[in-house]
């Protein structure tokens, strides 16, 4: 447990942070996984769809320090090339 003032604030806010990034991280891997779901049923429209959902939510995460840059252009491109490969 934290002596100083400051560092008592810090915990508070930190917490705070914490559920906040978490959360947040979680809306990403749920677009995620929508696409992921609408891919493995064939359904390539609502899938372009998703993607560009899940687009939004990975490029807001790389911009707030979430994940890395290139852990998110992974992410966009692996399921970019999976959407790619439906068959419409």
């Given at each position: 447990?934290?002596?100083?003032?400051?560092?008592?604030?810090?915990v508070?806010?930190?917490?705070?942070?914490?559920?906040?990034?978490?959360?947040?991280?979680?809306?990403?891997?749920?677009?995620?996984?929508?696409?992921?779901?609408?891919?493995?049923?064939?359904?390539?429209?609502?899938?372009?769809?998703?993607?560009?959902?899940?687009?939004?939510?990975?490029?807001?995460?790389?911009?707030?320090?979430?994940?890395?840059?290139?852990?998110?252009?992974?992410?966009?491109?692996?399921?970019?090339?999976?959407?790619?490969?439906l068959?419409?």
């Open positions: 447990m934290p002596n100083i003032k400051q560092a008592k604030k810090r508070v806010t930190q917490s705070f942070q914490r559920t906040k990034n978490h959360s947040f991280k979680t809306e990403m891997r749920s677009a995620v996984r929508k696409v992921e779901g609408l891919i493995s049923e064939d359904k390539k429209e609502e899938a372009q769809d998703a993607l560009e959902t899940a687009f939004r939510k990975i490029d807001k995460a790389v911009s707030k320090g979430l994940i890395h840059r290139n852990n998110g252009n992974r992410h966009k491109s692996r399921l970019h090339k999976k959407v790619q490969n068959s419409a």
